[in-house]
Structures are given as C-alpha cells and as structure tokens.
C-alpha cells in the first residue's frame, strides 16, 4: 500500500508565501516523476509542477519565476515553495508520484489533497 500525504496549505494573502510539503510512503520500490496538481472551483486539474528522478523539472506557465519544485529521493518527498501569491493561484493542490512497488511497473498514486487560499 501507498500513500502521499501533503501538508502545508492554508490561507494567504495576496503577495505571500506558502510552502507545500509531501511524503510517499509504502512499500515503494522506485519513484519516477513526482509533482503537484491543483484543481480551482470550476475548472479542471491542471499540473503546476513536476520533478524528474534526475531532478528535471517543468512548470506551468502562470507559474513559473513565483514556484519552484524540489524534492529528496532519499527521503521520498518532494515540495512546492509558492511565492508572490495571487488570488488566482487559489485551488485545492494535489501531489502525484510515478511509483513502482517492484519491477518496472510504474503507477499514478494521488494526495487527497490540500486546500490553499489566497485572498486579495
């Protein structure tokens, strides 16, 4: 069994900070990609940012010079440091990881998610 588990959402005013935290637990193998989502009211889940194993990382546009993405293999987390908040960024976050609990077979495992508000 596998679980991620996020922390670190909360309300924020316009221009602040906030960090987002997740661990991977289980009977994991390896982890391939691991990354954030989020979902606004309304709109369909969109990916923010991702990390490669070999720490490659990619953002979506809205995002980029504000987020950065890292993770530590060794620990099986990874993070989300949100900076220069906008209302907009409003949304309930999820974080994904590619993971493999044997062999080669990689799966999608989902956070249940954290909520995090920006008031303006």
């Known amino acids: 069994q596998v679980q991620l588990v996020e922390s670190g959402g909360g309300l924020v005013q316009a221009g602040g900070s906030l960090r987002l935290f997740c661990a991977a637990s289980?009977?994991?193998?390896?982890?391939?990609?691991m990354g954030w989502y989020r979902q606004a009211p309304g709109k369909q889940r969109e990916l923010v940012a991702a990390?490669?194993?070999?720490?490659?990382?990619n953002y979506v546009d809205s995002v980029k010079g504000r987020f950065a993405i890292s993770r530590d293999n060794a620990k099986n987390t990874v993070y989300l440091q949100m900076n220069s908040l906008k209302p907009e960024d409003t949304a309930v976050y999820y974080c994904?990881?590619?993971?493999?609990?044997?062999?080669?077979?990689?799966?999608?495992?989902w956070g249940k998610g954290t909520l995090d508000t920006v008031s303006s």
């Open positions: 994904n990881a590619d993971i493999s609990t044997g062999g080669t077979y990689y799966k999608d495992y």
């Open positions: 289980g009977s994991i193998f390896s982890i391939n990609a």
């Open positions: 990390v490669t194993s070999g720490g490659r990382r």
